[in-house]
């Protein structure tokens, strides 16, 4: 199977939420410069993801073997002992947040 692409993501950010984990107080002139950046990221932010079926060829003490990458760790040979697929993929707020987010110089 080819790889899925996933581009129609909806993306929202909890002003609310994020305001909380960054300690604003409410009274501070700080939430609406976060209102604003929120505003921005929510137009220019496009999560993307892209995942694909792929099948374990074999598997050893502490590998397993995926469409021909050997994955080393004991751990995960564990987790897919009684699987045969699985479904990797990857995830990305995208290159268009990426480039905005290095435009922004004020660390407050």
């Not at 899925?4 to 994020?18: R, T």
């Not at 009274?27 to 410069?33: G, M």
Request: hydrophobic share 45%.
């Amino acid at each position: 199977m080819d790889s899925v692409v996933l581009d129609a993501i909806p993306f929202h950010l909890d002003a609310e939420e994020l305001a909380k984990k960054l300690h604003l107080r409410k009274e501070t002139t700080h939430l609406h410069d976060l209102n604003v950046l929120i505003q921005e990221a929510q137009t220019i932010g496009k999560p993307k993801a892209l995942y694909r079926v792929a099948f374990i060829e074999s598997r050893g003490d502490v590998h397993v073997t995926v469409d021909g990458i050997m994955l080393k760790s004991r751990v995960l040979r564990v987790n897919l002992d009684q699987v045969y697929r699985i479904f990797p993929y990857a995830v990305t707020c995208g290159l268009e947040l990426e480039g905005w987010a290095k435009n922004i110089t004020d660390l407050v």
